[in-house]
């Protein structure tokens, strides 16, 4: 099984602040990674799929890159409505999820 | 507009079974996988299952492989997920998603709003 790592787990910022996450995969996995925001109660939102491809609707502050096994996901400034929780997602083999990142305002 | 709306979810006993649904609409059904995701409560994501358009491959996670059965019904646009020996550690917040192809390697590109299976005697 593949594994997806990561960090950190907990990331205190400011709005306006640039916020980077990245996401280790236990084996390669080409560009086969998305990433998701979720809100409190909320079902999880897609915001980018094959590691840097932007879903539609999506704010352009969000944009990913990577792949093989090292992947990240960068806020350029971050929002009001960024603070959430962030995971990465293989899709390679199966589908596994990371941790998840939780991003709260400092 | 993609819908996903799923309704099934509840308290039942530990060995038990509960049958969980996810009636959709906005989008052709029988193009797309389907797949279930859960969440403990304060946890992180774990797929669960996934089936393919035509139902012609079925995937589950070792967690859940032989209790947990996953179907679909193109002609209703319905997913479902049949689960039997439910344990305490199936409790979890249950969502539906749509698979952004037909085939194997995709995310999820819409979620259902989840619903609640708690397994407690």
């Known amino acids: 099984d593949i594994q997806m790592t990561q960090s950190p787990s907990t990331l205190s910022a400011s709005v306006g602040d640039r916020v980077t996450i990245t996401c280790r995969a236990s084996?390669?996995?080409?560009?086969?990674l998305a990433w998701y925001q979720q809100k409190p109660g909320k079902a999880p939102k897609l915001l980018i799929y094959r590691a840097s491809t932007l879903e539609s609707g999506v704010p352009s502050r969000f944009s990913g890159s990577g792949s093989g096994t090292d992947f990240t996901l960068t806020i350029s400034s971050l929002q009001p409505d960024d603070f959430a929780t962030y995971y990465c997602q293989q899709y390679y083999s199966y589908w596994t999820f990371g941790q998840g990142t939780k991003v709260e305002i400092k | 507009d993609v819908q996903l709306v799923q309704s099934g979810g509840g308290l039942v006993q530990p060995g038990r079974s509960l049958r969980l649904s996810c009636a959709t609409s906005?989008?052709?059904?029988?193009?797309?996988?389907m797949h279930w995701v859960r969440q403990s409560p304060g946890k992180g994501l774990e797929w669960v299952s996934g089936?393919?358009?035509?139902?012609?491959?079925?995937g589950y996670a070792d967690s859940v492989k032989g209790r947990f059965t996953i179907s679909r019904d193109n002609a209703k646009k319905s997913l479902f997920l049949q689960m039997s020996s439910l344990r305490p550690e199936d409790t979890a917040f249950y969502y539906c998603?749509?698979?952004?192809?037909?085939?194997?390697?995709?995310?999820?590109?819409?979620w259902g709003q989840g619903t609640l299976v708690t397994v407690s005697s």
């Open positions: 084996q390669t996995i080409g560009d086969w």
């Open positions: 089936i393919r358009w035509d139902s012609g491959v079925i």
């Open positions: 906005g989008f052709t059904f029988d193009d797309y996988a």
């Open positions: 998603a749509k698979g952004d192809s037909g085939g194997s390697s995709h995310e999820f590109d819409y």
